[in-house]
């Protein structure tokens, strides 16, 4: 039989099991810190150590929220060993200005339409390559691969503030060859 007290500890258990079922169920997911999100993608996402393609990047900056954000910008620098091949793709508006390594982009993120279905925030899309290192300095990238993150938010004229972030990254596949060893075979 059952006392009080355990009866007691049994209904606090299971009223507490409830109310963190609903509070995870009810919960929003996160936001980004601002209307300008960001996302970003790249292929391949697997190569082998002998992969001697290039990557292609792309990048999506969308404003999903009214008015117009002003001022504007998405930066990405590329990580250590890569270097900036060519665009295949770049906005038409706003400053591009691409040197060395490290692409910024400022300008005005027009606010999305008003009638559209479904809804579309406005966006500007980058898409460029980047060439690998040679083979010698591939095994350098093996640990976590190789991990590429833009940020895109507003300035507001002595600060860029950060709203939201992306990574993309490719993961490096090293094979091991072992030798086929056969004992005491006859045939």
Partial sequence: MKTPQKMLLIFGI?????ALIVTIVGAEPAAPNGPI??????SP???DLNYRGVL????????????VVLN??????LPPLLTFDEWVTSPTVGTLNQVGDTILWTGTLPAPPSNPTPY?????????TANLPGPESMTLLLGN??????????TD??????????TAITRIRRSIYLPLVIRNFTP
């Fill in 72 to 77: 504007a910008y998405m930066k990405d620098t």
């Fill in 157 to 166: 004229g002595t600060i860029n503030i950060v709203e939201d972030s992306d």
């Fill in 56 to 67: 292609t990047y792309t990048i999506v900056v969308s404003n999903t929220a009214t008015p």
């Fill in 145 to 154: 691969g190789i991990v590429n993150t833009a940020v895109a938010g507003h």
């Fill in 14 to 18: 299971v009223a507490a099991l409830c």
């Fill in 37 to 42: 999100v960001i996302s970003k993608t790249v």
């Fill in 120 to 128: 579309m925030p406005n966006v500007i899309t980058f898409t460029f």
């Fill in 45 to 47: 996402q697997v190569i």
